[in-house]
């Protein structure tokens, strides 16, 4: 199961992040994950939320750019070399990983982790026949 | 001096009819010359036959800048290609670049007003030249070139650019006088103090500059800074480059050299002449080219104009300063840049039509910059990195190309750019000209 990211373009100004996260604030929005990647003049704020769809609204509202995208959600062993062996399954794959990042909590026992590839049908299939464990929307909207 | 006394201090009356036979010649050269120019006359019933005067202008239709691109790269000329020795491009509004060309002819014809521009500006024939306006496609270098050989000057064709080496050469060779843009030698004030050379104490007493609009304020810095005599001259390669007009040295309006580039100011919306001494758009006749002659070439400049005798004794009409353009062209750093042209590359890139504004500054090193903020929306917007410098660089890179200058672009937020009225305001110049 594929999870919906939305990400956000920022201008490196001061009160802008914070800006942003009272919009989903006030729309009932609660942030599931989150992590900035950030050059010298902009930033691309990406998220995971429990609501997309009022996320997106609010930001359309608001004339804020953002965009949707799937990535895939997947619960790691929070022991050493946890993530490491997932890593494995995808370059033995050949699965490219466009980015990646950790949720800010804990699903279970396990941590989760957030990738963005360049095809996350083929990288959903290819983890799930390797058995690690993908999380869906539904888990994400009752974390 | 005057580098020519029988032209440029002709009384009025015998200076008018030499404008009429020249005017009367001009209709009939590029009528039958030029196949663009013929069909132009029959469009609007005027034949070289009704051509007596120079008073008779006002019945001959303007050539504009769109002619010039609709027409490239050679139906506007009078002179088959062979015919021409040097042709310059400069980079059009949207589309075509503006070609013109040069006959050899015309090009002593260059060699001549450039002679009398310097001349004007206080130059005597045993003085080294500097110039660093930039030589290639664009008019400055080789027009200051080429009147300065005309006037038999010793030439230091420095070309733009390579500031301490500007300065080594000036040292060394000592020459009275520079030619570049205002702010290049505002630029160079810096670097020659870095380099611990007190810039009073320079050898340029004489600049003459152009290229950029710049005011009496940069002139008293320059001034000021140097210890030299900044003049203003003035050009645009439709008419043949720099040398259609310059400040002599009680810098009191531009001499227009009238016996060769007929001026008129008219009002923009109605092209009906205005008084003298009032604001107006300038159009100029090029009464004796003959590779790309213009009849009327609208400049889109704003000046005013005076017949009053200048007290240098030269009998030239004297424009004012550029006060200001009919079209939102700006110029940086001696490139005319138009919005539009901003416009077309972003229309190009993924076919989107975002938000933009051109910001234009003048920084801590008196070179001009040029940022451009584009609106990211979504449909140019990515979640990866990568593909958002990508896109950056894109949009730098073309718009480069374009404008033939460095920008910087900056991507930023829908609605960082004011709109008044829906309309966004595409142009912000910060520059104290």
New interface residues.
Partial sequence: MKIKQISVFLENRKGRLSEICSMLGAAGVNIRALTIAETETFGVLRMVVDKPAAAMDAFRTHSVTANQTEVVAVEVPDTPGGLAKVLDILTDNDLNVEYMYGFVEKFTENALLVFRFDDPEKAHQTLKANGVNVVGEHDIESL | MIWNEKFETMPLEELKNLQSERLVSLARYVYDNCPWYKRKFNDVGVGPADIKSIDDIVKLPFTNKLDMRDSYPFGLFSRPRTDLVEIHVSSGTTGNPTLVGYTRDDISLWGEVMARSLCCAGAVPDDTIQIAYGYGLFTGGLGAHYGAMEMGLTIIPTSSGQTKRQLKIMQDFQPRILACTPSYCLYMADDAREIGIDPRTASWKIGVFGAEPWSESMRSEIEQTWDMLATDIYGLSEIIGPGVSQECTYKDGLHLYSDVFYPEIIDPDTGKPVPEGQDGELVITTLTKQGIPLIRYRTRDIVSLTYEPCKCGRTSPRTSKIKGRTDDMIVVRGINVFPSQIEHVLLGIEGTHPHYQLVIDRGAHKLDSVEIMVE???RI?????KR??ALEQKIKKEIEAVLSIGVTV???????IARSEGKAKRVIDKRQL
């Avoid at chain 2, 917007?381 to 990195?385: A, L, Q, R, V």
């Fill in positions: 990211v929306d979504e917007f990515s979640d990866e990195i958002m410098h900056r991507l930023v937020e829908p609605k960082t």
